[in-house]
Antibody
């Protein structure tokens, strides 16, 4: 089955760190660009970060630039998001999402994980 | 902050047709970039509904259709069903922002 499964969410204090993981299965992970997208409670969707299939190209939303780091391990079929200096406004469900482009981005998401909740609170 | 504007809510009776608009600007939809639509059922992850303005992924009923014109796009649902009650988001690419992927504000569809 083609799927993405996120993990690593939880409760963290402001200023703290958390590392999210996304395990991919059922498709050739190394061929696709991947992303993190988040959704604050009761709010809309916000793109967070992009990484190309070879990790050669990385983008971040301005809201997380300098604090979050995206990475991937194609040998382990896994995507990661290292989140540092967390703020209350980072509280959200974080989704792992695949861009269907192979080699270059198609700029949309054709596969989503179920998400993992990150709560930043003291 | 959402770059694409959608109505907060639309509603219709079962069997009716509803449309959701998505208004952008000259740096996204108006620049010719494709519009894509996602359906988010309550308590679940978003799911791709329409890609490339008007294409349906395998398994999406043909009751859902998309179109694009100028700086706007629309999603139409014909023969509205109870299971269509969900949040719907449009999405495109923006050339003026570092965001790249930009989403609409989201529309809640209520089946009366």
């Amino acid at each position: 089955e083609v799927q993405l499964v996120e993990s690593g969410g939880g409760l963290v204090q402001p200023g703290g760190s958390l590392r999210l993981s996304c395990a991919a299965s059922g498709f050739t992970f190394s061929s696709y660009s991947m992303n993190w997208v988040r959704q604050a409670p009761g709010k809309g969707l916000e793109w967070v970060s992009y990484i190309s299939s070879s990790s050669s190209t990385i983008y971040y939303a301005d809201s997380v630039k300098g604090r979050f780091t995206i990475s991937r391990d194609n040998a382990k079929n896994s995507l990661y998001l290292q989140m540092n200096s967390l703020r209350a406004e980072d509280t959200a469900v974080y989704y792992c999402a695949r861009d269907p482009g192979s080699g270059w981005a198609y700029w949309y998401f054709d596969l989503w994980g179920r998400g993992t909740l990150v709560t930043v609170s003291s | 902050q959402s770059v694409l504007t959608q109505p907060p809510s639309v509603s219709g009776a079962p069997g009716q047709r509803v449309t959701i608009s998505c208004t952008g600007s000259s740096s996204n939809i108006g620049a010719g970039y494709d519009v894509h639509w996602y359906q988010q059922l309550p308590g679940t992850a978003p799911k791709l509904l329409i890609y490339g303005n008007s294409n349906r992924p395998s398994g999406v009923p043909d009751r859902f259709s998309g179109s694009k014109s100028g700086t706007s796009a629309s999603l139409a649902i014909t023969g509205l069903q109870a299971e269509d009650e969900a949040d719907y988001y449009c999405q495109s690419y923006d050339s003026s922002l570092s965001a790249h992927y930009v989403f609409g504000t989201g529309t809640k569809v209520t089946v009366l």
